[in-house]
């Protein structure tokens, strides 16, 4: 069985720069979970879809961030434009249920905003 | 809210035994999970637990006390592939998770 998959592993922009980050969970999963960790920080939680819907967007900075998951199946996240501060690593998870249930992360994509 | 905390770094030698605490305070407890996420990888799972006590699976143990609000784990006979960083998670509400900022494990021949 496939895992969490994510892309693009590496994304360096500019300032201003739209960019955007694809998530695929496994497949049945119908919790999928953004999580982000800036540099010499823990890992925060951004937001949390239940299938189509958004359970739980409280972790999302401000609105240049923007997370869609188009049918209940991948996400997106697309930051618009970027800032210097949004450079980090985002991680993707996901999970059958929610709250006891184990979650199982993709290996992330490293955005750096120049 | 919730307060997680975890050493930073750790070190110990090939063979040896080392022991990860994590202290959380909660407004609710749904659990503990542990993580280990190897330098530019995805953090995978080690261990859940939700009632006090110890559990085991092979060379990883982890142990809760709810009461402690205290949590830690326990990995035997160290190898070389051990060296990673250890993340302490606690579920939230719609089982998002918080985590510590992890400790990062390193193992010397």
């Known amino acids: 069985e496939a895992g969490v998959t994510q892309f693009p592993s590496h994304s360096v922009i500019e300032k201003g720069q739209t960019v955007t980050l694809r998530c695929d969970p496994i497949?049945?999963?119908?919790?999928l979970y953004w999580y982000r960790r800036v540099m010499g920080k823990e890992i925060k939680f951004l937001l949390h879809?239940?299938?189509?819907?958004?359970?739980?967007e409280s972790g999302m900075p401000n609105n240049r961030f923007l997370a869609e998951r188009t049918g209940g199946t991948y996400s997106t996240l697309k930051v618009q434009p970027a800032e210097l501060e949004d450079s980090g690593v985002y991680f993707c998870a996901s999970s059958q249920d929610r709250v006891q249930e184990t979650q199982y992360f993709g290996p992330g994509t490293r955005l750096l905003v120049l | 809210g919730q307060n997680i905390d975890q050493p930073t770094e750790m070190t110990a030698t090939e063979g040896a035994i080392v022991q990860i605490n994590c202290t959380y305070q909660t407004s609710g407890f749904n659990g503990l999970f542990w993580y280990q996420q190897h330098a530019g990888e995805a953090p995978t799972f080690l261990s859940y637990?939700?009632?006090?006590g110890l559990e085991e699976k092979g060379r990883f143990s982890s142990f809760l006390s709810r009461s402690k609000g205290y949590s830690y784990l326990l990995l035997k006979e160290l190898q070389m592939k051990d060296s990673a960083s250890y993340l302490c998670?606690?579920?939230?509400?719609?089982?998002?998770?918080?985590f510590g900022a992890g400790t990062q494990v390193v193992v010397t021949p």
């Open positions: 497949s049945g999963h119908d919790n």
């Open positions: 998670a606690v579920p939230g509400g719609w089982g998002k998770l918080q």
């Open positions: 879809f239940v299938k189509e819907s958004k359970q739980d």
């Open positions: 637990n939700v009632l006090d």
